[in-house]
């Protein structure tokens, strides 16, 4: 399809793509405390442990006090994050953007405040702006560096960012105010092990497995560890009790599938190695971690849409079938399978799909978009009704539309129709400001001038 549908519905799915990296290691959204000092009435101590023996040699043999030398240019790249802030600020919920503001001013006339900072900190973190997580985060620890959240927090982004020297000090430093938390042993084991220090990894997350014996990081970090020592009976079965804790864990899937296949086991193995793959891409569309979280069925979905944008429409079917076993019939998937159809070139099937949906449905927002589009852009002419388009996409201005490029082209496209030039410019030029460079805009932008 030539159409905006698959251009705008791939840009809007790719916009949001990133790195895949491991479950956030905080709640979204949750709190954070600040700690009581280091020996206070007030701090918790969790699982007990053994100041004569582990922790002892944590804190001697293991732990190099001398801190990293500064961080190169902190301002400079904290420059993009705080675009990307504006954005989110712009499309978040009014009372978050006055949370946020009013926390800031807060901390501009009270900037020792260790809470405030650490409470900022968390947020940025949690947001995945990493530069401005980790300027209030180092500005906090100079006020009190027995801050171990901030040290854990920092620990994971420096490791998210592939600073291993620094995420594993700073996962040391935590380890010192939180010797019971599981967490912090997973993030020091993986630093490690990143290092090649592969003794000491394995004893750190031996130690975390102990404090919480169902922490699927931990179990996951110990299976590698297993598998890198050609253990792998044990590292399927660390995995497997990895899996079964968070089913959706990356390399949870990764290991099991290799530690299959290196004991013989290659269909297994190779299964476990689809599902990885299969997760790689949902958590680099930003599907895997949503809240609230997206049912399987319309993850499958998506995963649907994403094959058929890059041209596998063998996946792209398999993903359908696969989201209708989950739940018959889902408009989700009938939009895709529509979608592919004009693809082939079939649009009557395409057309069969989408009425069907809003015979049913009348108010589907993803049915009423993608029949808009395909009634101005169809190959058959006669198909053509830039009128019942208009009034598709203009009902969808008011639920999102009027940020969404494919409802902007396609008003764009059947008011230069319809004879309404200076409605078809602010359309298509607003449909340029989310996607500056989509070819098809400016071709139809510039028959108006």
């Known amino acids: 399809m030539m159409d905006g549908s698959r251009i705008c519905w791939g840009l809007v799915l790719l916009a949001a793509c990133g790195g895949a990296v491991e479950p956030s290691i905080e709640p979204k959204g949750g709190q954070v405390a600040v700690e009581a000092p280091l020996g206070s009435d007030d701090a918790t101590a969790g699982p007990e442990v053994s100041a004569e023996s582990w922790s002892t040699i944590f804190r001697s043999e293991w732990i190099e ?35 946020v503001k009013t926390l800031r001013s807060r901390i501009s006339l009270d900037p020792e405040n260790v809470a405030l900072r650490l409470e900022l900190g968390d947020f940025y973190y949690q947001h995945e702006l990493p530069n401005l997580a980790e300027i209030q985060f180092l500005t906090l620890l100079e006020l009190d560096d027995h801050q171990g959240v901030a040290h854990k927090l920092l620990a994971d982004t420096y490791r ?28 020091w084991g993986w630093t490690l092990r990143d290092g090649g220090d592969l003794e000491v990894a394995t004893a750190v997350a031996e130690r975390g497995l102990e404090l919480d014996p169902t922490d699927d990081r931990v179990l996951v970090l110990l299976a590698m560890l297993r598998a890198d020592d050609g253990r792998y009976e044990e590292a399927v079965e660390l995995a497997e009790k990895g899996i079964e804790a968070n089913p959706d864990h990356l390399r949870g899937h990764s290991v099991l599938g290799q530690a299959l296949i290196a004991l013989g086991h290659e269909e297994a193995g190779e299964e476990q190695m689809v599902l990885h793959r299969r997760l790689l891409l949902l958590n680099s569309a930003k599907l895997l971690h949503r809240n609230p979280p997206l049912p399987d069925w319309e993850r499958a979905a998506a995963l649907a849409h994403y094959h058929h944008l890059v041209g596998r429409l063998d996946l792209a079917r398999e993903e359908l079938v696969r989201s209708e076993e989950l739940l018959p019939n889902n408009p989700a998937a009938r939009v895709i399978a529509a979608r592919i159809a004009v693809t082939e070139g079939n649009e009557d099937e395409a057309f069969e799909l989408l009425e069907g949906i809003l015979a049913e449905t009348p108010d589907e927002v993803r049915a009423t978009r993608a029949l808009a589009n395909l009634l101005v852009v169809a190959s058959d002419l006669e198909r053509r009704d830039y009128a019942r388009a208009h009034e598709l996409a203009s009902s969808l201005l008011g639920r999102g539309g009027d940020g969404d490029f494919e409802v902007l082209f396609t008003l764009g496209l059947a008011e230069a129709e319809l004879g309404f030039e200076i409605q078809a410019r602010r359309h298509l030029k607003a449909a340029l400001r989310v996607e500056p460079t989509n070819p098809f805009a400016l071709e139809a932008l510039s028959t108006l001038d």
Do not use: K, N
């Open 65 to 99: 006090e001398v801190p990293p030398p500064p961080v190169a240019d902190l301002a400079g790249r904290a420059a993009d994050d705080r675009a990307r802030l504006d954005q989110i600020l712009a499309d978040d919920l009014p009372e978050q953007r006055a949370w």
């Open 160 to 187: 998210q960012a592939g600073d291993q020297g620094r995420a594993a000090w700073h996962a040391r430093r935590a380890h010192r105010d939180l010797p019971s938390d599981a967490t912090v042993l997973f993030l």
